[in-house]
């Protein structure tokens, strides 16, 4: 099971940034996010498509419907510049997309 | 605090082996699921293996299976990866993550592996 992600994201600060994940089917599964800062593990952004953990800012936000996740990043700040992954299981294993890196100029 | 504490990296020749471990603190380690994920330099995210509570479901990825083993002690609250028979492709950054509701919602600092004569 695959699941693809575009490499390289840009966005202008204060605008929207979108990561895009597609996989077969994934809007039958639950996908999850994580932010990984240069140099840094990474950090559960969303998780179960839509939800944030405690701690997360309320601009990340997430769906996730028929072949695609999606991650939305609402008013864009140069410290959200990372590399985010999606993630979701299948049969038992956890699959990661490739990455996308996000750069906020 | 919920802490995971990899070990055990280092540099070993092609065809060697290493034992990593991760020590967890700060929660009821016996009633979760762990994961080992990997990182190559510069590159994106790579799930290793999972094991269950009760060491009774353990999956790894088809690359790392024969090689690995994984393994768990939850009276010292740790677990272990058994890694052999490394390549140069086994260079990595080794997480340990620990598995909520179809999340992994802890992670380690990781452990660097190198694989090199």
């Known amino acids: 099971y695959d699941l693809t992600q575009p490499p390289s994201v840009s966005v202008s600060p204060g605008q929207t940034a979108t990561i895009t994940c597609s996989g077969d089917k994934l809007g039958d599964k639950y996908a999850s996010w994580y932010q990984q800062k240069a140099g840094q593990s990474p950090v559960l952004l969303i998780y179960?498509?839509?939800k944030r953990p405690s701690g997360i800012p309320e601009r990340f936000s997430g769906s996730n419907s028929g072949n695609t996740a999606t991650l939305t990043i609402s008013g864009t700040q140069t410290v959200d510049e990372a590399d985010f992954y999606c993630q979701a299981w299948d049969s038992g294993t956890v699959i990661f997309g490739g990455g996308t890196k996000l750069t906020v100029l | 605090e919920v802490q995971l504490v990899e070990s055990g990296g280092g540099l070993v020749k092609p065809g060697g082996s290493l034992r990593l471990s991760c020590t967890a603190s700060?929660?009821?380690?016996?009633?979760?699921?762990f994961h080992w994920v990997r990182q190559a330099p510069g590159r994106g995210l790579e799930w290793v293996s999972s094991i269950n509570p009760s060491s009774t479901y353990i999956y790894f990825a088809d690359s790392m299976r024969g090689r690995f083993t994984v393994s768990r002690d939850n009276a010292k609250n740790s677990l272990y990866l058994q890694m052999s028979s490394l390549t140069a492709e086994d260079t990595a950054l080794y997480f340990c993550?620990?598995?909520?509701?179809?999340?992994?919602?802890?992670w380690g600092q990781g452990t660097l592996v190198t694989v090199s004569s």
């Open positions: 700060g929660f009821n380690f016996n009633t979760f699921t």
């Open positions: 993550a620990r598995e909520g509701d179809f999340l992994l919602d802890y």
């Open positions: 179960q498509d839509t």
